[in-house]
């Protein structure tokens, strides 16, 4: 009888079945398993390059097993937000922020641009508030803040008036216009070029701020800017916009935040920012749910808001969402992914599969927390929390609780509102309360806390995002995933070679950080509540650092043997050579098909296999080498802000591959010329040995090296920023023949 009555569900999920996919995953399993077998047998009778084509082929199967456990159970949620208002009486408030790191690699108007969705979404203003972090301290990026939020007075009502579903004002613009229903019109037309225009003349103050330096030692709102030092300033809290009214119509706050810097103290790169984000909007309107996107990832779906809070609200218990991720897509993406950026493949069937575990993992971007989460409340506390400040601890005395969230009463009482599940504080004045946020903002505030190993975003690591999610899961936490459509989020990829590659090396050094880390997955496996399977997706990510090593091996290993007269591969007359033969077929039609169901072409699944030959051999190799330097105290990491582009270039180059004068580029030339050299050393041993079938395999393998790094082989014949430089080609033409000589002398 409760059952009939109850409320619908608001969400579904969904298991997902790919029969093939499980045959595929389990052939090429035994497959891997055979020639280990092969190789063990065979073991006493061949040298070191079969000993270390041994230990390779180990490590892929590791790989494989990682990868075939996070991908075995597929799942979906399919949200139904129009169900909301039979569960919920009255929506929960969100606070929304938004991080900007670099006002010259991540331009103002891409921060515009994400700020005027947020604040356009489909959900009550009043329960709403916007925080920018602006952790260049930039004057450009206050006064663009300023002028968007006049946009937004006249662009919200303008959406919600014809339904606009883009409703980030440069992609809308962009777009050719489709007249339908109400915006068949010709009040329409009217108010939509009034609207282009008024965009285009925002767009235009902005672009004249940034090109004309404008001088910002004026009277009023942009005095503090004066003389400010982008590394060593107070902070700056800004109240841009106030919904003083409350009015579920009109504008949500909007919040601008630049937190102290000073050279002494560490800022902590972005987890420190959302941090800071944390505790001010704690003070300011103390929100129970939070949601964060990077400056270039603007609202794609107005309706997320609702999907999301049907993951958040919908759950039998709060244990099920501790979070929710939206997957990270891209817009205007390059044809068939040339650099192997867009993780379509990925979030479909990597993304899916962990969501079946214990749920995806944290992002970074398009990701709505709990405030009590992120303070380190534990689900198994729930119902305890009006005994207990923070569950982390238990039972706390008022100095432990200064030692956690530090020595802000007012913030230690509006965590305990969080922590306890109460309603939010209701806002009072704004400007009362930015004084009192001044304070959790400063840059020795967490001095003696917690923040950042027990509560708040984690310290520790290049990829923040990655460890917090982990130490998230480890309380016993789950997360959800949430794939409306259209597509919640949409930013910007890396459209160059060396763009690619700095971001690819500070993501595999992050996640070699946590691994070697005291709060590894496999410690949080033993000693806390982190699954073995969803210990097994972390380590899928965080050992791309490592599988630089086999993978460098691997290519290095057939130009060795063709140099030295040896072979690592059965020859063409035994039957051992079938398995590598079915191994090969076996995983090329495997991966194809993943892209083909995916909608994407066999250019794209080329591209993709290419990039990650590169990406491997190269930016996750510099990863690897960065977290030796720091562990052995030679030099610590540094965080490498991702250079964001709006533009797209119509020359006919875009996508091809471009060089710098970075080492990175180095292993991938190196590798190129010594399988050119090994190839021709080989050529006049090729007819002795053809009959036989000696060092073929070998050759092959030489060649499919030189195809994997075609964009480096034409780099070494162009010129400008296609070419490779001199200086890296003599670098790398003085370790190829350093390793030719040593492979001849041993």
């Known amino acids: 009888m409760a059952n009939a009555i109850s409320p619908p569900n608001l969400f579904q999920k969904v298991v997902l079945k790919y029969p093939i996919h499980r045959a595929f995953d389990i052939t090429i399993f035994f497959l891997l398993v055979s020639l280990l077998v092969y190789r063990l047998l065979y073991l006493s009778n061949h040298g070191f390059a079969w000993v270390l084509a041994l230990l390779c082929e180990s490590c892929f199967t590791f790989i494989w097993v990682v990868t075939v456990s996070c991908k075995w159970n597929p799942v979906e949620y399919k949200t139904y937000p129009e169900r909301l208002s039979q569960k919920a009486q009255d929506l929960p408030p969100v606070d929304m922020f938004v991080t900007s790191a670099d006002p010259v690699l991540e331009p103002s108007i891409l921060t515009v641009n994400t700020v005027i969705s947020l604040l356009a979404v489909d959900y009550p203003a009043d329960k709403l508030a916007c925080y920018v972090s602006d952790d260049g301290c930039s004057p450009i990026t206050y006064y663009s803040l300023v002028e968007a939020s006049k946009f937004a007075k006249i662009w919200v009502p303008f959406c919600k008036k014809y339904n606009i579903q883009t409703r980030a004002p440069f992609r809308y613009f962009s777009s050719e216009l489709i007249l339908t ?25 902005i672009k004249d701020a940034v090109e004309k330096s404008m001088e910002w030692d004026q009277i009023g709102d942009f005095a503090i800017f004066s003389n400010i030092e982008r590394k060593n300033h107070p902070t700056i809290i800004k109240v841009i916009r106030e919904n003083e009214a409350g009015l579920s119509d009109a504008l949500p706050h909007l919040i601008y935040i630049s937190r102290e810097k000073r050279p002494k103290h560490p800022n902590r790169y972005k987890a420190g920012a959302m941090n800071v984000l944390t505790r001010v909007s704690g003070l300011i309107t103390n929100a129970p749910f939070m949601l964060n996107v ?31 991720q939206c997957p990270q897509y891209f817009y205007d993406g390059l044809k068939d992914d040339p650099f192997g950026n867009q993780f379509v493949v990925g979030h479909k069937f990597m993304g899916n599969g962990v969501a079946g575990i214990q749920g995806p993992f944290y992002g970074g971007t398009g990701c709505f927390h709990r405030r009590k989460v992120i303070y380190g409340s534990c689900p198994d506390d729930i119902g305890n929390q009006a005994k207990r400040l923070t569950p982390v601890h238990g039972g706390l005395s008022y100095k432990e609780q200064l030692r956690i969230f530090g020595d802000s009463k007012e913030f230690i009482r509006s965590a305990a509102h969080a922590l306890q599940g109460k309603e939010n504080i209701s806002p009072k004045n704004l400007p009362n309360l930015v004084e009192a946020a001044h304070q959790v903002a400063g840059c020795g505030y967490e001095y003696g806390t917690s923040w950042g190993t027990e509560v708040g975003w984690q310290y520790g690591s290049a990829t ?152 491997a051999m190269n930016a996750w190799l510099f990863g690897f080498i960065s977290v030796i330097l720091k562990v052995l105290r030679i030099s610590d990491t540094v965080f490498e802000v991702t250079q964001k ?73 162009a010129k400008g920023k296609y070419g490779i430089p001199l200086s890296t080609i003599f670098k790398s033409a003085f370790l190829a023949l350093c390793f030719v000589l040593l492979a001849k002398r041993a």
Not at 181 to 205: I, P, R, T, V
Not at 686 to 704: A, F, K
Request: glycine share 8%.
């Open 464 to 615: 923040e995002d990655v460890l917090t999610g982990l130490m998230i899961h480890a309380r016993g936490w789950r997360s959800l995933l949430c794939t409306p459509d259209p597509r919640a989020f949409l930013g910007c990829a890396p459209r160059g070679g060396p763009i690619s590659m700095t971001q690819q090396k500070r993501w595999a050094t992050g996640f070699l950080e946590i691994l070697i880390s005291r709060r590894s997955p496999i410690i949080a496996t033993v000693t806390a509540k982190l699954q073995f399977r969803q210990c097994l997706a972390y380590l899928s990510l965080l050992t791309w650092g490592l599988r630089s090593i086999p993978e460098l091996c691997s290519a290095v290993l057939p130009a060795y043997c063709t140099i030295t007269d040896s072979s690592f591969l059965p020859e063409v007359h035994e039957p051992a050579i079938y398995i590598y033969m079915a191994l090969f077929l076996s995983y090329v039609i495997y991966t194809l098909i993943e892209y083909l169901e995916t909608g994407l072409s066999i250019r794209a699944w080329w591209n993709n296999q290419r990039m990650a030959r590169i990406n």
């Open 294 to 324: 990077d400056c270039d990832m603007f609202v794609n779906n107005p309706q997320i808001f609702l999907h999301a809070m049907c993951l958040l609200l919908g759950s039998k218990n709060e244990r099920e969402s501790g979070f929710v």
């Open 645 to 717: 582009d709006q533009s797209s270039s119509n020359d006919g180059d875009e996508g091809r591959f471009t060089f710098d004068a970075s080492l990175l580029f180095v292993p991938g030339t190196t590798v190129l010329l010594l399988q050119l050299t090994a190839l021709i050393m080989g050529f006049r041993g090729m007819q002795l040995s053809v009959n036989d079938g000696s060092g073929l395999g070998e050759r092959l393998c030489s060649i499919m090296v030189v195809i994997c790094f075609w964009p480096f082989l034409k780099g070494l014949f």
């Open 181 to 205: 229903g109400s915006c068949n019109s010709l009040e329409f037309q009217q108010e939509y070029n009034k609207m282009k225009d008024e965009y285009e003349e925002l767009a235009s103050k």
